[in-house]
Every structure is written in C-alpha cells, then in structure tokens.
C-alpha cells in the first residue's frame, strides 16, 4: 500500500494544471500535502493547512450526503473564479484528495487521468 504522500504526488504529477494535492481522512485530517515547484510554499503552506480544515469538513460532508441520494460519486468540484478544487475519494486507498488545479483545466480531463491512480 502506499503512503498517502506518494499518492498525492503521484496525483499531482498527473497533469500540470494542479497547484497542489492535499491527502485526507475521512475525519478530515490531513494526512499529505504536495505542492506544484510553481508555488510558493512559504506561507502557501501554512495558510493551506489552516484553511483546509474548515474545507474538508464541508467537503467530506457532502460528498457523504449527496452519495447517498445520487450514487457513488466521482468527483466534487468547487468552481472559482481564479481556481478549481476538486474532491476525490480513492476506496482502495481509503483517504479522500483535495486537488487546486488552474480554472484553465478542465476537471472532467482531470478526474480521467487521476481515475486509474486512485484504484492502482
């Protein structure tokens, strides 16, 4: 099995787009974080972490409640204006991953070539 480090890097190596991955629990407790070199990661990480807190509980939330009147769900994606944050969760790895990817990335293209890392 491996770690939750190693399966957020390697999601994030997937496609250029993403700025950062952030590897959770289903506690929302964070477990990995990786960041794109395209970053700064001075204070980036820190106010990463803080707000992830907050992020997660809410994500993880809906993602438990709108899987049980829709199905099993692929992703969730929160649309800004500057950003897309993905939600995905890897049953075979039991954690959930909180992707940024630039708003030029297309989430659907995405969560295709995370997919197969997520089951691997």
């Known amino acids: 099995m491996q770690s939750a480090e190693s399966l957020g890097r390697k999601v994030l190596a997937a496609d250029p787009t993403f700025l950062w991955v952030v590897v959770v629990n289903d506690k929302g407790e964070t477990l990995a974080q990786v960041y794109s070199k395209h970053i700064a990661k001075t204070t980036l990480r820190k106010q990463t972490k803080e707000r992830l807190g907050t992020l997660d509980t809410v994500f993880l939330e809906a993602f438990s409640r709108a899987e049980k009147w829709y199905g099993r769900i692929g992703f969730l994606l929160l649309a800004y204006k500057?950003?897309?944050?993905?939600?995905?969760?890897?049953?075979?790895?039991?954690?959930?991953?909180v992707a940024k990817a630039a708003r030029s990335g297309n989430a659907e293209y995405l969560y295709a070539k995370v997919k197969p890392l997520l089951r691997a």
Do not use: D, E, K, T
């Open 82 to 97: 500057n950003a897309n944050v993905m939600l995905m969760y890897s049953r075979r790895h039991g954690v959930y991953l």
